[in-house]
């Protein structure tokens, strides 16, 4: 009875969730991104916000390469997670490095759920640091992964660090186009691009391998960047609800067309974890060091 019922329903909604990627490209589209927000960090809070992302990702295919030389793809996608911005950074560099569902799952996994322990150490660590609110909204603006989590973690330290915190993230998911290209780059350099031929050049391998779907986010950010105060802050309120919905079908879409063996198969041995955690640390203290030289020395 119940267990039939059950069956009967997932294969009602098996035909959507097996597009769980396609709705979660749609969140992305959506989450347009005020690039008016690049102006308000000035230069110091560039530094931050842009200058450590790269190396991150470098350190990243770096040490996935050396632990993990048969999952370079997924090693890679969970690298551009902790470099910028958590699930949305996962989604798209999946795309650009041709990683399979279910390497994008696990790496959304362990993204979401491991990063929260960051979420909840790092204000208490800036406080007890005694780091002024500028250098503590930037360090955790810049290192913890999820945008949502970003603004609550830095409202534990004070308003000031938690503006700060909020236009440093912004600032990283407006220029998540630009990190997409990066990956592509790498991807297509380093032969994580299986698809790549030789023959094909460089800008047309890299628009080959760049995520279509990610030049909707930037048409999008583009228009409400160029609206009226008012009228811009409604418009991304909007579509902000519409991100959460379309994220839960797209990720519950996700869950159900997920073979958690595939997963746990995935997760032989410790070295996926080390990856993450050494990574995630190099991501911490390279923030640290670049807020704190930008807000307190220059």
């Known amino acids: 009875g119940g267990v039939g019922w059950a069956g009967r329903a997932l294969e009602w909604v098996a035909p ?18 005020d690039v008016n927000t690049i102006a308000q960090v000035g230069l110091r809070g560039l530094l931050v916000a842009l200058g450590v992302p790269p190396l991150v990702l470098l350190f990243g295919y770096f040490l996935g390469s050396k632990l993990l030389k048969d999952k370079t793809r997924l090693a890679f996608t969970i690298s551009a997670g902790i470099a910028v911005c958590g699930a949305s950074a996962c989604t ?31 204000p ?11 250098v503590a909204g930037a360090w ?12 609550a973690g830095a409202a534990v330290v004070s ?16 220029a998540l186009g630009v ?8 991807a297509s350099r380093t032969g994580l691009d299986t698809s790549a031929s030789a023959d094909d050049g460089l800008w047309y391998g890299l628009w080959k391998k760049f995520p279509k779907f990610v030049l909707g986010y930037l048409f999008c950010s583009l228009v409400a960047s160029s609206l009226a105060d008012a009228e811009r802050g409604t418009a991304v309120s909007l579509l902000a609800g519409t991100v959460r919905w379309w994220f839960a079908i797209g990720f519950s879409g996700l869950g159900l067309s997920t073979s958690f063996r595939s997963l746990r198969e995935q997760l032989e041995g410790p070295n996926l974890l080390i990856h993450y955690f050494g990574l995630q640390m190099f991501d911490v203290v390279l923030t640290l060091a670049v807020a704190y030289l930008a807000f307190a020395v220059i």
Not at 159 to 174: D, F, H, L, Y
């Open 124 to 134: 208490y660590a800036a406080m007890g640091m005694g780091l002024s609110d500028e």
């Open 179 to 186: 990190y997409v290209l990066f990956i592509a780059f790498i």
């Open 140 to 151: 955790i603006g810049g290192s913890v992964d999820l945008t949502g989590g970003v603004v």
């Open 159 to 174: 308003a000031r660090c938690e503006e700060v915190a909020a236009i440093i993230k912004m600032t990283q998911n407006s």
């Open 16 to 33: 959507a969730a097996s597009l769980g990627e396609f709705w979660i490209k749609i969140g992305l589209v959506c989450l347009c991104a």
């Open 92 to 122: 798209a560099a999946a795309a650009a490095v041709g990683a399979s569902k279910a390497e994008l799952t696990l790496s959304i996994a362990i993204v979401s759920l491991f990063s929260l322990l960051f979420l909840l150490s790092e």
